[in-house]
């Protein structure tokens, strides 16, 4: 039997309060206090051990899941979702559908199943007095869209914890979360238009992506409350396509190299510039680091290609 991932109409609603999940998740994982669920999470790598690479990798996702659904108060102890606390619901679906599918070994088990081994160790405990009925796996192309949001917004948010503070420490940390921010905003900008102009697809992640844009820019005047010299550490949106940017985007870090790679790949016209060019630039560029940047910077050699042939209508797809 199939998986069956789906996404449902108010999958995103969550984003509206995301900071408030964000706090959630990251007071859970610091919870400590809870000492008795590692034995039972030891006991759901014995049952799924051929879908994780190891057991610590299988119980900190498992322990991860369980805290984070201890902290969730209003839908604890409920088998179905009460109708007014769907967010928490949507919020705790979708975390875990990302713990699970970034650590299982194999895609074809389903999210479903491997959460329903945990609830099984639980289930008829103060953790898991029920087994989940809203538990359901979400499909890869919109996880990963709301794995892009979710990191637009823990930047964001970490950037509306400091911008008010004008020493040199946060300086620093203005210029590098709002560089890590331009790597993601990059290819979600681009699966929605294309990179050009406002937002003209209706989708959930792009109407959640226009929000995060109205928040992100709110933050412009309280850092140039600060002065120039101050304001200038932060990275507007709009910048976020200059060479510079870019470039330290790119080079930076791998972490930042790696999903802009990936997602200007996938979800641009540069797939196909690339596959159409691949020999003549593995000839051209082979040994030559400075211009192996060229490659990854082909936007605007496909914005002219667009304005050529026409605007692209460009469709989030999974390889």
């Known amino acids: 039997m199939g998986c069956n991932p789906t996404i449902r109409d108010d999958s995103y609603a969550f984003f509206e309060d995301i900071k408030n999940y964000i706090e959630k998740a990251d007071n859970a994982q610091q919870n400590h206090t809870i000492t008795d669920i590692a034995s039972k999470c030891k006991g759901f790598y014995t049952t799924m051990r051929s879908s994780f690479e190891n057991e610590l990798i299988a119980t900190s996702v498992c322990e991860e899941i369980v805290k984070l659904y201890e902290s969730l108060d209003k839908i604890k102890g409920k088998s179905e979702c009460p109708e007014s606390y769907k967010d928490d619901c949507n919020f705790f679906n979708y975390w875990v559908n990302f713990k699970i599918s970034k650590s299982r070994l194999n895609e074809s088990v389903c999210i479903d199943h491997i959460n329903n081994a945990i609830e099984s160790q639980f289930t008829g405990t103060d953790h898991y007095a029920v087994v989940l009925d809203f538990i359901y796996d979400i499909k890869k192309d919109e996880l990963d869209k ?97 060479t510079n940017v870019m470039s330290t985007a790119l080079i930076g870090t791998t972490v930042g190299l790696v999903p802009l790679l990936v997602g200007l790949y996938k979800f641009t016209p540069l797939r196909q510039l690339i596959n159409s060019n691949k020999g003549k630039l593995t000839q051209e560029y082979r040994n030559n680091d400075d211009e192996m940047r060229n490659i990854m910077l082909m936007d605007q050699k496909s914005e002219q290609i667009s304005s050529q042939q026409g605007r692209y209508n460009i469709k989030y797809h999974s390889l």
């Open 146 to 242: 709301m794995n892009i949001l979710y990191r637009l917004y823990k930047i964001y948010t970490d950037l509306d914890s400091i911008v008010d503070n004008a020493d040199d420490m946060v300086k620093n940390k203005l210029s590098s979360l709002s560089t890590a921010c331009c790597t993601d905003y990059l290819v979600a900008n681009y699966m929605c238009n294309g990179g050009n102009g406002d937002n003209i697809n209706p989708s959930q992640f792009c109407m959640q992506l226009q929000k995060f844009k109205t928040k992100y820019i709110g933050l412009y005047e309280r850092v140039d409350r600060n002065g120039p010299e101050y304001s200038k550490n932060l990275i507007k949106l709009s910048e976020c396509k200059n």
